[in-house]
């Protein structure tokens, strides 16, 4: 199983990125895509997911309605639109897949494999 993210990078306050994760090895459409942030210092925290199948999506109450995840089936690829960014995104964002579509994903523990991460910071 491989996850290689992608476009992470160094945005002023209020900018947007767009992380990309490339998923194989995995039937995708039986999965459940995720996104998990760690900070200096902390640990990490499941920041958004969705199952595949259905489309359905969780996010984490500090990202709602700032940041959006999908999917393009044809490339098994998922995206993070991450719009109106402050210092507190600063982070490590990883990919993380779990084989399974029961639901989406809520914590980091959950998932069974991760992608190798990319650097996001916010700059005030």
């Known amino acids: 199983v491989q996850l290689v993210e992608s476009g992470g990078g160094l945005v002023q306050a209020g900018g947007s990125l767009r992380l990309s994760c490339a998923v194989s090895?995995?039937?995708?459409?039986?999965?459940?895509i995720g996104w998990v942030r760690q900070a200096p210092g902390k640990e990490r925290k499941g920041v958004s997911s969705i199952v595949i199948s259905d489309g359905s999506t969780y996010y984490t109450d500090s990202v709602s309605g700032r940041f959006t995840i999908y999917s393009d089936n044809a490339k098994n690829t998922v995206y993070l639109q991450m719009n109106s960014l402050k210092p507190e995104d600063t982070a490590v964002y990883y990919c993380?897949?779990?084989?399974?579509?029961?639901?989406?994903?809520?914590?980091?523990?959950?998932?069974?494999?991760w992608g190798q991460g990319t650097q996001v910071t916010v700059s005030s």
């Open positions: 993380a897949a779990v084989p399974v579509a029961w639901g989406p994903v809520v914590e980091a523990y959950e998932y069974d494999y």
């Open positions: 090895g995995l039937t995708f459409e039986d999965s459940t």
